[in-house]
């Protein structure tokens, strides 16, 4: 994966400066992350506050001080109540649109806890079949699962071949 570089741009007016974040030759104002949640073939979705009916993975950014790594576990456990250790790294995804880059790490669960943070504001949390869970997912989290479940695809392939 390429380092992230950053520099300074001016904004519209003219004065403030923001600072972005170089990944892959484009520019950057953000990074996020997320966590693909798994327990054997399943996947864990959480409920969407901002569009009902709507699930997605847990996600969120670093807080100052932070790595990568424990932003997304930081953050599987405030949003989902479970603590997670990665498993590994899922790549990163642009969204040159909104000029955010994520990385996505896969997780399994060490702990499941009854009560959450997000749990009091309202937010669910279920267990799908990995191969079911994309048509629920918002556009967003699905590039993210279809890289899941193909490094799902090349284990088996990789198992099979050492069978032989």
């Known amino acids: 994966m390429e380092p992230l570089a950053t520099r300074f741009r001016k904004d519209s007016a ?35 506050r901002k569009t009902p009916g ?5 996600a969120g950014t670093a807080e100052r001080g932070e790595t990568l790594r424990e932003t997304a576990l930081r953050e599987v456990r405030e949003e ?19 000029l955010v880059r994520t990385t996505f790490y896969v997780m399994r669960v060490a702990t499941s806890y009854a009560e959450w943070e997000d749990r ?12 079911d869970a994309s ?16 490094c799902l695809e090349d284990d088996d392939d990789t198992r099979r071949l050492g069978e032989t």
Not at 54 to 58: D, S
Not at 120 to 131: I, K, P, S
């Open 120 to 131: 009091d504001r309202g937010r669910l949390r279920r267990w799908w079949r990995a191969r």
């Open 54 to 58: 709507a699930w997605i993975l847990p």
């Open 80 to 98: 989902a109540g479970v603590a997670c250790v990665v498993a590994r790294d899922l790549g990163a995804f642009a969204d040159d649109a909104k």
């Open 135 to 150: 048509p629920r997912l918002k556009a967003r989290d699905r590039e993210a699962l279809a890289a899941y479940l193909a």
């Open 14 to 48: 003219g004065g403030r400066r923001d600072k972005l974040r170089g990944f892959g030759g484009c520019w950057y104002s953000g990074t996020s992350l997320r966590g693909v949640v798994v327990r054997g073939d399943e996947v864990l979705l959480i409920s969407s």
